[in-house]
Nanobody
Framework: QVQLVESGGGLVQAGDSLRLSCAASGRSFSNYYMGWFRQAPGKEREFVAAISWSTGEIRYADSVKGRFTMSGVNAKNAVYLQMNSLKPEDTAVYYC???????????????????WGQGTQVTVSS
């Protein structure tokens, strides 16, 4: 069974940086999109960033543009999220997700992804 495993979360101060990692474990699988989502207490899960392996397109939520950078290695089914200039409102559990279908999607909807990690907590203090 394939699992996505996130790492790199932690407690930081406003203005600091963190780098999240996500890698697939278990048997190899093909996926065409990978994304990062986050969920703060009492809020719905929201899109952060995503990559299309076939086109190389990377999309970002407006709230993180210019501060977060997503990268990845397709052959390793691994993605990273470099988060700079962190704000208290970035506090959330961050989830990695993958989509195994090549069907064209928006990349920003959580229901477009079929494989999820357990999440890693990011807490930004003011």
């Amino acid at each position: 069974q394939v699992q996505l495993v996130e790492s790199g979360g932690g407690l930081v101060q406003a203005g600091d940086s963190l780098r999240l990692s996500c890698a697939a474990s278990g048997r190899s699988f093909s996926n065409y999109y990978m994304g990062w989502f986050r969920q703060a207490p009492g809020k719905e899960r929201e899109f952060v960033a995503a990559i299309s392996w076939s086109t190389g397109e990377i999309r970002y939520a407006d709230s993180v543009k210019g501060r977060f950078t997503m990268s990845g290695v397709n052959a390793k089914n691994a993605v990273y999220l470099q988060m700079n200039s962190l704000k208290p409102e970035d506090t959330a559990v961050y989830y990695c997700a993958a989509r195994r279908s090549i069907t064209l999607v928006t990349m920003v909807q959580s229901n477009e992804y079929d494989t999820w990690g357990q999440g890693t907590q990011v807490t930004v203090s003011s």
